[in-house]
Nanobody, 123 residues
Framework: QVQLVESGGGLVQAGDSLRLSCAAS????????MGWFRQAPGKEREFVAA????????YYADSVKGRFTISRDNAKNTVYLQMNSLKPEDTALYYC????????????????WGQGTQVTVSS
């Protein structure tokens, strides 16, 4: 089992950058694929980015491709989401998620979730 704690959210202006972090407990972090999802008020949770166990493969939603970068540091048990050129439509509660199975862009493909960190982008 793994516990996840997100940090790094905040209130920024359009065009600004933020880096989210997700710290995982336990000694088997490298055995989990990791993902970032987000949920805006009144909307369903949506996929943002995912990374495989070694960090050699990444996947992105079309809406963030070219602006967001997911990475991981297995020595620090941490996954990151670098968000550049933020837009008001990026405003949401951002969650990190973990799972031992194959990489997935579907929320149901993850067993473990953090509590989320709020990102608000003003225009």
């Amino acid at each position: 089992q793994v516990q996840l704690v997100e940090s790094g959210g905040g209130l920024v202006q359009a065009g600004d950058s933020l880096r989210l972090s997700c710290a995982a407990s336990g000694r088997t972090f490298s055995s989990y694929k990791m993902g970032w999802f987000r949920q805006a008020p009144g909307k369903e949770r949506e996929f943002v980015a995912a990374i495989n166990r070694s960090g050699s493969s990444t996947y992105y939603a079309d809406s963030v491709k070219g602006r967001f970068t997911i990475s991981r540091d297995n020595a620090k048990n941490t996954v990151y989401l670098q968000m550049n050129s933020l837009k008001p439509e990026d405003t949401a509660l951002y969650y990190c998620a973990a799972d031992r199975t194959s990489i997935s862009i579907i929320a149901g493909g993850y067993d473990y979730w953090g509590q989320g960190t709020q990102v608000t982008v003003s225009s």
